[in-house]
């Protein structure tokens, strides 16, 4: 299947007025299949903004190419395959009202009449802002307002979404409620997205796969669980007891026990790796240590976020 997105070689530096050249992005390719959740991360400075306006256009490349559908990046033709979503801009007019907004980007878009009406219709019933339409952007809450950005962003049915930081500032059930309405979306629409965000909770609700670049050049591409690589199979065991005095943490050769923090004598915590020691029956033998002074136990896995510094760490000169 061909790449809905390519980017090649794509490299971009700036000449500053002391001679100096600063390398924003350099060397990075990466290919973007249709129907795919692909995150686009990396720490602040990595070259991701750079790198999405080149995609858009915004920005030609110092070397490399770059094509959105086929199309060379930043052509009238390209353009009409992406549909941008930025958290911290917006493509609404505070002044007019949500329906107003549409119809202009519509008619840009050179979507009119009938067929105009029914995709307003069809996406302001999917994303939940049915009963928005008729309220000026202005009087909208943010969470309201974003849903809204959304729908203006794929009137014109783009076969890619570049989404800037979607979520931020939404409370968390507004947040999880737009992750939900772009999931139904993409999967009525079949769509591919692009996401960046470093809110990894959006990462990890949206997309299967992840590109992690880090000064400009690209240090992962696969799989998210893949991203997590040695940490995959770490677990953390958070075990609450009844009486403090007594209950000793457990002695076994593949449980690593963690040190008693100084005021939670009634929480003991351990780490387990599932692949030495499977899962269930480093439960039994916690259980049986503990008996009945075992009020309560929490598993968690290791978060994506401390996956992330981890591997920005190691790239660090």
């Not at 009238?76 to 549409?102: D, I, P, W």
């Not at 995709?119 to 809204?148: H, P, Y």
């Not at 076969?159 to 979607?166: G, R």
Request: hydrophobic share 40%.
């Amino acid at each position: 299947m061909s790449p809905t997105l390519r980017a090649r070689n794509l490299s971009k530096w700036f000449d500053t007025e002391k001679g100096s050249r600063f390398v924003a992005v350099k060397d990075l390719s990466f290919d973007l299949i249709a129907g795919e959740s692909v995150a686009f991360l990396g720490p602040n400075g990595a070259g991701k903004s750079t790198t999405i306006k080149i995609l858009c256009g915004i920005l030609t490349p110092s070397e490399g190419s770059a094509e959105v559908a086929g199309c060379k990046a930043g052509t009238k033709n390209a353009n009409r395959e992406l549909g941008l979503v930025f958290g911290t801009r917006s493509q609404l007019y505070m002044h007019m009202t949500v329906v107003q907004c549409l119809n202009m980007i519509a008619e840009i878009y050179y979507l009119t009449g009938s067929s105009k009406r029914s995709r307003i219709d069809e996406l302001a019933q999917l994303f939940e802002i049915t009963d928005l339409l008729n309220k000026r952007v202005r009087a909208l809450s943010l969470g309201q307002r974003m849903r809204c950005e959304v729908v203006a962003a794929l009137l014109h049915r783009p076969k890619i979404l570049l989404a800037d930081e979607p979520t931020i500032g939404l409370d968390i059930i507004a947040k999880n409620r737009l992750r939900e309405l772009i999931l139904r979306w993409q999967k009525e629409e079949k769509s591919t997205l692009l996401l960046t965000s470093h809110d990894l909770s959006d990462v990890e609700a949206l997309c299967s796969r992840c590109v992690l670049i880090d000064h400009g050049m690209k240090r992962f591409d696969g799989p998210i669980d893949a991203l997590k690589g040695d940490l995959s199979d770490l677990r953390r065991v958070r075990i609450t007891v009844s009486d403090a005095g007594t209950s000793q943490l457990i002695n076994h050769s593949r449980i690593s026990a963690l040190s008693v923090e100084p005021g939670e004598e009634f929480t003991h915590r351990y780490e387990i790796r599932t692949r030495a020691l499977p899962m269930a029956e480093a439960l039994g033998q916690l259980s049986v240590h503990y008996g009945d002074r075992l009020q309560d136990i929490q598993i968690n896995e290791v978060s994506l976020e401390e996956v992330l510094q981890k591997r920005y760490e190691s790239h660090r000169v």
